[in-house]
Protein backbone atom coordinates (compact mmCIF):
# COMPACT_ATOMS: atom_id res chain seq x y z
CA UNK A 1 0.00 0.00 0.00
CA UNK A 2 0.94 3.40 -1.29
CA UNK A 3 2.02 5.93 2.09
CA UNK A 4 -0.17 8.37 3.24
CA UNK A 5 1.68 11.90 4.11
CA UNK A 6 0.26 14.61 6.66
CA UNK A 7 2.06 17.35 7.36
CA UNK A 8 0.47 18.74 11.18
CA UNK A 9 0.35 22.58 12.56
CA UNK A 10 0.70 24.29 15.66
CA UNK A 11 -2.98 23.71 16.16
CA UNK A 12 -2.07 19.65 16.69
CA UNK A 13 0.12 20.90 19.37
CA UNK A 14 -0.77 18.31 22.28
CA UNK A 15 -2.55 15.93 20.35
CA UNK A 16 -2.07 12.28 20.48
CA UNK A 17 -0.61 10.81 17.37
CA UNK A 18 -2.81 7.78 17.23
CA UNK A 19 -6.06 10.71 17.97
CA UNK A 20 -4.71 13.19 14.83
CA UNK A 21 -4.26 9.77 12.59
CA UNK A 22 -8.00 8.87 13.40
CA UNK A 23 -9.25 12.68 12.81
CA UNK A 24 -7.16 12.92 9.45
CA UNK A 25 -7.81 9.56 7.60
CA UNK A 26 -11.28 8.15 6.22
CA UNK A 27 -12.62 5.08 8.00
CA UNK A 28 -9.77 4.78 10.60
CA UNK A 29 -10.37 4.35 13.98
CA UNK A 30 -8.49 5.72 16.64
CA UNK A 31 -7.54 1.88 17.98
CA UNK A 32 -6.57 1.11 14.22
CA UNK A 33 -4.40 4.23 14.17
CA UNK A 34 -2.79 2.90 17.82
CA UNK A 35 -2.38 -0.04 16.49
CA UNK A 36 -0.82 1.04 13.40
CA UNK A 37 1.94 3.30 15.16
CA UNK A 38 1.92 -0.23 17.31
CA UNK A 39 3.08 -1.94 14.05
CA UNK A 40 5.68 0.58 12.95
CA UNK A 41 3.60 1.50 9.98
CA UNK A 42 3.74 5.31 10.93
CA UNK A 43 6.63 7.47 11.31
CA UNK A 44 6.69 10.60 12.22
CA UNK A 45 10.12 13.12 10.88
CA UNK A 46 10.98 9.50 9.22
CA UNK A 47 11.26 7.84 12.90
CA UNK A 48 8.62 5.23 14.77
CA UNK A 49 7.37 7.16 17.83
CA UNK A 50 5.92 5.37 20.76
CA UNK A 51 1.90 4.68 20.92
CA UNK A 52 1.39 7.73 23.35
CA UNK A 53 3.56 10.04 21.08
CA UNK A 54 1.78 13.29 21.55
CA UNK A 55 2.60 15.87 18.58
CA UNK A 56 4.23 18.95 18.94
CA UNK A 57 3.50 20.51 15.49
CA UNK A 58 4.81 20.91 12.09
CA UNK A 59 5.66 17.56 12.10
CA UNK A 60 5.64 15.50 8.71
CA UNK A 61 3.94 11.76 9.25
CA UNK A 62 3.86 9.18 7.05
CA UNK A 63 1.34 6.54 7.58
CA UNK A 64 1.02 3.13 5.73
CA UNK A 65 -2.70 1.98 5.17
CA UNK A 66 -2.88 -2.27 5.89
CA UNK A 67 -3.23 -4.52 3.53
CA UNK A 68 -6.97 -4.81 3.56
CA UNK A 69 -8.85 -7.84 3.50
CA UNK A 70 -10.09 -8.81 0.51
CA UNK A 71 -14.20 -8.09 0.10
CA UNK A 72 -16.59 -10.30 -1.87
CA UNK A 73 -19.46 -8.79 -3.33
CA UNK A 74 -22.48 -11.15 -2.85
CA UNK A 75 -26.01 -10.85 -3.86
CA UNK A 76 -28.51 -10.04 -0.58
CA UNK A 77 -32.00 -9.28 -0.53
CA UNK A 78 -32.43 -6.06 0.20
CA UNK A 79 -35.55 -4.19 -0.94
CA UNK A 80 -35.03 -1.49 -3.79
CA UNK A 81 -37.28 1.18 -4.96
CA UNK A 82 -36.37 0.81 -8.76
CA UNK A 83 -37.83 3.61 -10.33
CA UNK A 84 -36.80 2.72 -14.38
CA UNK A 85 -35.62 -0.37 -15.51
CA UNK A 86 -35.18 -2.28 -18.88
CA UNK A 87 -32.24 -4.98 -20.52
CA UNK A 88 -29.70 -2.13 -20.19
CA UNK A 89 -29.72 0.31 -17.16
CA UNK A 90 -31.35 0.13 -14.24
CA UNK A 91 -32.00 3.47 -11.72
CA UNK A 92 -32.81 3.07 -7.95
CA UNK A 93 -34.20 5.58 -5.35
CA UNK A 94 -31.75 4.98 -2.90
CA UNK A 95 -32.53 5.87 0.65
CA UNK A 96 -30.13 7.87 2.93
CA UNK A 97 -27.74 5.70 5.08
CA UNK A 98 -27.43 3.56 2.05
CA UNK A 99 -23.29 2.57 1.06
CA UNK A 100 -23.49 2.51 -2.97
CA UNK A 101 -20.69 -0.18 -2.94
CA UNK A 102 -18.62 -2.89 -0.41
CA UNK A 103 -15.28 -0.41 1.07
CA UNK A 104 -13.41 -1.53 3.80
CA UNK A 105 -15.82 -1.01 6.98
CA UNK A 106 -18.90 -1.83 4.93
CA UNK A 107 -18.04 -5.10 3.27
CA UNK A 108 -21.70 -5.49 2.57
CA UNK A 109 -25.33 -4.54 3.14
CA UNK A 110 -24.40 -1.95 0.36
CA UNK A 111 -26.38 -0.88 -2.63
CA UNK A 112 -24.39 -3.29 -5.14
CA UNK A 113 -25.06 -6.15 -2.57
CA UNK A 114 -28.94 -5.12 -3.39
CA UNK A 115 -28.02 -5.07 -7.19
CA UNK A 116 -26.39 -8.56 -7.24
CA UNK A 117 -29.48 -10.02 -6.05
CA UNK A 118 -32.06 -8.25 -7.91
CA UNK A 119 -30.10 -8.42 -11.56
CA UNK A 120 -28.15 -11.54 -11.00
CA UNK A 121 -25.25 -11.71 -13.29
CA UNK A 122 -27.23 -8.79 -15.51
CA UNK A 123 -24.31 -5.99 -14.33
CA UNK A 124 -21.32 -4.52 -16.40
CA UNK A 125 -18.08 -5.44 -15.00
CA UNK A 126 -16.49 -1.76 -16.34
CA UNK A 127 -16.17 -0.92 -12.67
CA UNK A 128 -14.45 -3.98 -10.98
CA UNK A 129 -15.93 -6.63 -9.01
CA UNK A 130 -16.63 -4.62 -6.28
CA UNK A 131 -18.33 -1.90 -8.10
CA UNK A 132 -20.35 -4.19 -10.61
CA UNK A 133 -22.89 -1.73 -12.92
CA UNK A 134 -22.13 1.32 -10.66
CA UNK A 135 -21.79 4.53 -13.44
CA UNK A 136 -21.68 7.27 -10.48
CA UNK A 137 -21.95 7.30 -6.60
CA UNK A 138 -23.89 9.70 -4.17
CA UNK A 139 -22.90 9.59 -0.86
CA UNK A 140 -23.96 7.29 1.99
CA UNK A 141 -26.54 9.80 3.87
CA UNK A 142 -27.65 11.42 0.77
CA UNK A 143 -30.97 10.12 -0.60
CA UNK A 144 -32.18 9.98 -4.32
CA UNK A 145 -31.69 8.88 -7.68
CA UNK A 146 -28.49 6.86 -8.86
CA UNK A 147 -27.96 4.78 -11.99
CA UNK A 148 -26.30 1.60 -12.79
CA UNK A 149 -25.67 -0.23 -15.90
CA UNK A 150 -26.52 -3.68 -17.13
CA UNK A 151 -23.82 -4.35 -19.56
CA UNK A 152 -20.58 -3.19 -20.62
CA UNK A 153 -21.72 -1.49 -23.74
CA UNK A 154 -24.21 0.56 -21.64
CA UNK A 155 -21.45 1.81 -18.84
CA UNK A 156 -19.18 2.73 -21.20
CA UNK A 157 -21.79 4.57 -22.93
CA UNK A 158 -23.39 6.19 -19.64
CA UNK A 159 -19.90 6.98 -18.47
CA UNK A 160 -19.24 8.97 -22.00
CA UNK A 161 -22.31 11.59 -20.82
CA UNK A 162 -20.68 12.08 -17.31
CA UNK A 163 -17.93 13.59 -19.13
CA UNK A 164 -19.34 15.48 -21.75
CA UNK A 165 -22.70 16.37 -19.20
CA UNK A 166 -25.38 14.87 -21.72
CA UNK A 167 -26.27 12.56 -18.07
CA UNK A 168 -27.99 15.16 -15.95
CA UNK A 169 -28.71 15.22 -12.21
CA UNK A 170 -30.76 17.57 -10.46
CA UNK A 171 -30.83 17.70 -5.93
CA UNK A 172 -32.63 19.65 -3.76
CA UNK A 173 -31.52 20.81 0.09
CA UNK A 174 -32.38 22.42 2.68
CA UNK A 175 -29.16 25.18 3.42
CA UNK A 176 -28.67 26.92 7.02
CA UNK A 177 -29.42 30.86 6.30
CA UNK A 178 -30.47 32.89 3.69
CA UNK A 179 -28.97 32.68 0.34
CA UNK A 180 -28.49 36.59 -1.25
CA UNK A 181 -29.28 35.91 -4.41
CA UNK A 182 -32.47 33.41 -5.97
CA UNK A 183 -29.54 31.43 -8.09
CA UNK A 184 -26.36 31.53 -8.95
CA UNK A 185 -23.31 29.24 -9.97
CA UNK A 186 -20.69 27.95 -7.93
CA UNK A 187 -17.26 27.44 -9.84
CA UNK A 188 -14.79 26.49 -7.55
CA UNK A 189 -12.01 23.74 -7.76
CA UNK A 190 -12.55 20.66 -5.07
CA UNK A 191 -9.61 18.67 -3.63
CA UNK A 192 -8.78 16.68 -0.65
CA UNK A 193 -8.98 19.07 2.73
CA UNK A 194 -5.08 18.71 3.13
CA UNK A 195 -6.00 19.17 7.05
CA UNK A 196 -8.55 16.36 7.54
CA UNK A 197 -8.66 13.64 4.75
CA UNK A 198 -12.52 12.52 5.96
CA UNK A 199 -13.34 15.86 3.76
CA UNK A 200 -13.15 17.49 1.12
CA UNK A 201 -12.36 21.13 0.56
CA UNK A 202 -12.40 23.95 -2.61
CA UNK A 203 -8.33 24.24 -2.97
CA UNK A 204 -6.90 26.36 -5.87
CA UNK A 205 -5.38 23.98 -7.92
CA UNK A 206 -7.87 21.48 -7.32
CA UNK A 207 -10.30 19.42 -9.87
CA UNK A 208 -12.57 21.87 -11.56
CA UNK A 209 -16.30 21.76 -9.85
CA UNK A 210 -19.54 23.92 -11.20
CA UNK A 211 -22.63 23.97 -9.63
CA UNK A 212 -25.39 26.01 -10.61
CA UNK A 213 -28.25 26.47 -7.91
CA UNK A 214 -31.49 28.21 -7.62
CA UNK A 215 -34.14 29.12 -4.45
CA UNK A 216 -37.23 27.02 -4.46
CA UNK A 217 -38.39 28.21 -1.29
CA UNK A 218 -37.03 30.74 1.75
CA UNK A 219 -38.16 29.90 5.34
CA UNK A 220 -37.33 31.44 8.83
CA UNK A 221 -33.06 30.80 9.05
CA UNK A 222 -33.08 27.99 5.77
CA UNK A 223 -33.64 28.00 2.22
CA UNK A 224 -35.00 25.36 0.01
CA UNK A 225 -32.43 24.71 -2.68
CA UNK A 226 -32.33 23.06 -5.97
CA UNK A 227 -29.06 22.34 -7.59
CA UNK A 228 -27.30 20.93 -10.79
CA UNK A 229 -24.23 19.48 -11.23
CA UNK A 230 -22.13 20.44 -14.31
CA UNK A 231 -19.32 18.43 -12.96
CA UNK A 232 -19.44 15.30 -9.97
CA UNK A 233 -16.63 15.81 -7.71
CA UNK A 234 -16.44 14.04 -4.59
CA UNK A 235 -19.16 15.86 -1.72
CA UNK A 236 -19.43 18.47 -4.60
CA UNK A 237 -22.60 20.14 -3.03
CA UNK A 238 -22.00 19.78 0.39
CA UNK A 239 -18.64 21.11 -0.05
CA UNK A 240 -20.36 24.11 -2.42
CA UNK A 241 -23.25 25.42 -0.17
CA UNK A 242 -20.60 25.42 2.70
CA UNK A 243 -18.38 27.16 1.04
CA UNK A 244 -21.10 29.96 0.52
CA UNK A 245 -21.20 29.91 3.80
CA UNK A 246 -24.61 27.94 3.90
CA UNK A 247 -24.09 24.53 4.97
CA UNK A 248 -26.72 21.86 4.17
CA UNK A 249 -29.14 20.87 6.86
CA UNK A 250 -27.87 17.67 9.00
CA UNK A 251 -24.30 17.89 7.22
CA UNK A 252 -22.00 17.05 10.55
CA UNK A 253 -18.77 17.21 8.14
CA UNK A 254 -19.39 20.50 6.74
CA UNK A 255 -21.59 22.06 8.61
CA UNK A 256 -22.88 22.02 12.76
CA UNK A 257 -21.51 19.11 14.09
CA UNK A 258 -24.71 18.31 15.66
CA UNK A 259 -26.59 15.73 13.87
CA UNK A 260 -30.83 16.65 13.32
CA UNK A 261 -33.47 14.86 14.58
CA UNK A 262 -35.58 13.22 12.21
CA UNK A 263 -32.72 13.44 9.81
CA UNK A 264 -30.73 10.27 9.35
CA UNK A 265 -27.89 12.93 7.38
CA UNK A 266 -27.63 15.81 5.13
CA UNK A 267 -31.04 17.18 4.05
CA UNK A 268 -30.02 16.38 0.01
CA UNK A 269 -31.55 14.21 -2.40
CA UNK A 270 -31.28 14.11 -5.65
CA UNK A 271 -34.69 14.36 -7.09
CA UNK A 272 -33.76 14.29 -10.90
CA UNK A 273 -31.69 12.46 -14.11
CA UNK A 274 -31.66 12.33 -17.35
CA UNK A 275 -30.02 10.59 -19.82
CA UNK A 276 -29.42 9.42 -23.38
CA UNK A 277 -30.66 6.00 -23.40
CA UNK A 278 -27.46 3.73 -24.96
CA UNK A 279 -29.61 1.22 -26.99
CA UNK A 280 -32.50 3.71 -27.97
CA UNK A 281 -30.52 6.67 -27.78
CA UNK A 282 -33.76 8.85 -26.82
CA UNK A 283 -33.88 11.41 -23.96
CA UNK A 284 -34.87 9.58 -20.94
CA UNK A 285 -36.09 11.73 -17.81
CA UNK A 286 -36.58 10.40 -14.43
CA UNK A 287 -37.42 12.01 -10.93
CA UNK A 288 -38.58 10.84 -7.47
CA UNK A 289 -40.46 12.28 -5.04
CA UNK A 290 -38.41 14.07 -1.54
CA UNK A 291 -38.35 11.47 1.14
CA UNK A 292 -40.82 12.07 4.38
CA UNK A 293 -38.14 12.84 6.66
CA UNK A 294 -37.12 15.81 4.34
CA UNK A 295 -40.98 16.70 3.62
CA UNK A 296 -41.15 16.99 7.25
CA UNK A 297 -38.32 19.26 7.99
CA UNK A 298 -39.45 21.70 5.88
CA UNK A 299 -43.02 21.65 7.40
CA UNK A 300 -41.13 21.94 10.72
CA UNK A 301 -39.25 24.73 9.49
CA UNK A 302 -42.01 26.32 8.09
CA UNK A 303 -42.81 28.14 11.30
Request: proline share 7%; charged share 25%; hydrophobic share 35%.
Amino acid sequence: MEPILLQTSEADAGTRLDACLARAIEDLTRSAAAKAVEDGRVLVNGKAPNKSYKLTGHEQIEFTPEEPAPIDAVPQDIPLDVVYEDDDVIVVNKPSGLVVHPAPGHPDGTLVNALLYHCGDSLSGVGGALRPGIVHRIDRDTSGLIIAAKNDYAHQFLSAQLVDHTLARTYECIVVGNLCEDSGTVDAPIARDSRDRKRMAVVPGGRRAVTHWEVIARYPGYTHVRCRLETGRTHQIRVHMAYLGHPILGDTVYGAKKAVPGLTGQCLHAVGLQFIHPRTKDLVSLTCPLPEEFTATLRKIDR
